[in-house]
């Protein structure tokens, strides 16, 4: 295990929702690869829980569902994925690659750092992908899954094969950022392209002006662009990967089986793919699925929409595996 190296604290930079019932401490932590900046509630000798948020995303998105967590006395740990808010490389010169091998080390990174020996995990888009890689490749770190759109382990390896046409559709901004026209639009336009990917996905959340701008101040990072195109171009065949994942993309590339206990939630006005209300091969994929769920009222951004679906889930999850 790395041994802790913490870097400092910026409180005062990005600070929590007026909501949250435990005070969150700002704080940086250095592994391997990234100096990665992450909130922490809760008691500190409590089981921890690490939630990850997705694209385009922060911290933010687990102000209303680390309360419920934290009272049941757990640690809540918030890591910003690598692109965003404080979360920098440490090599200047690095290349700015974010394939979901990485997204996967880097959260293994952070336990690491923090000497987790296991944890709990909940996470989404992004999050959820690294959610999954660590649950199906160390289930001896992962004590629990919540993942907020199922089962998401890609096979990079292969050849993407089309979908069909409304699905095509929806993913239209991957298909901009696999372009240099979407790369220039993305570092002209971060702040409105986000804010209309909010919209479309989440159609029915009536979010604020203020509640958009504490999230997109992390769209500022000056590695943010970087890291989203190579993520959508490395999915898809346009973008090298980094070396040392190689092996850890062919393993993921058999699409891994998760046997950690999982919750998985969908939500059900997901703007860019509305779920089954069930999937075999979803169900296929795990070896303890305790519930697949269809969440209500809900869009894309499950935890900021429906944070009581997640808290609970992660409640029954703990509750289950004592």
């Avoid at 989203?228 to 990967?241: E, M």
Wanted: contains cysteine; aromatic residues 10%; neutral net charge.
């Amino acid at each position: 295990m790395a041994g802790i190296s913490l870097v400092g604290d910026f409180a005062g930079v990005y600070r929590a929702s007026a909501q949250v019932e435990t005070p969150a401490a700002a704080r940086l932590i250095q592994t391997s690869a990234l100096t990665i900046g992450y909130e922490d509630r809760g008691d500190p000798q409590g089981f921890p829980v690490v939630l990850l948020h997705g694209f385009p995303d922060d911290v933010r998105a687990w102000d209303e569902v680390a309360p419920a967590l934290t009272k049941a006395g757990h640690r809540v740990l918030a890591p910003y994925l690598r692109g965003y808010g404080p979360t920098r490389f440490l090599d200047a010169a690095a290349p700015r690659m974010a394939e979901q091998a990485a997204i996967g080390q880097d959260l293994l990174d952070f336990a690491d750092a923090l000497r987790l020996q296991r944890f709990a995990v909940a996470g989404y888009d992004w999050g959820g992908r690294a959610a999954c890689i660590a649950a199906a490749l160390h289930p001896e770190r992962v004590r629990a899954a919540v993942l907020i759109g199922g089962y998401s382990i890609q096979n990079t390896l292969a050849p993407p094969r089309p979908a069909a046409p409304e699905a095509e559709r929806a993913l239209w901004y991957q298909w901009y950022f696999n372009t240099e026209r979407g790369r220039a639009g993305l570092a002209a336009n971060r702040r409105s392209l986000c804010r209309l990917l909010w919209e479309t996905w989440s159609p029915t959340w009536r979010f604020s002006a203020d509640t958009f701008n504490r999230t997109a101040a992390s769209f500022d990072n000056p590695d943010f662009v970087d890291v989203v195109i190579h993520s959508y171009r490395h999915r898809n065949g346009n973008a090298p990967g980094e070396a040392r994942f190689l092996d850890m993309e062919k393993r993921l590339a058999q699409r891994p089986m998760i046997q950690v206990p999982s919750i998985t939630l969908h939500g059900a006005d997901d703007g860019i793919a509305r779920p089954a209300p069930d999937s075999p091969e979803e169900r296929a994929s795990f070896s303890s699925l305790l519930a697949r769920r269809i969440v209500a009222g809900a869009g894309h951004f499950v935890p900021r929409e429906k944070p009581d679906a997640v808290s609970s889930a992660m409640l029954e999850l703990l509750a289950a595996t004592r």
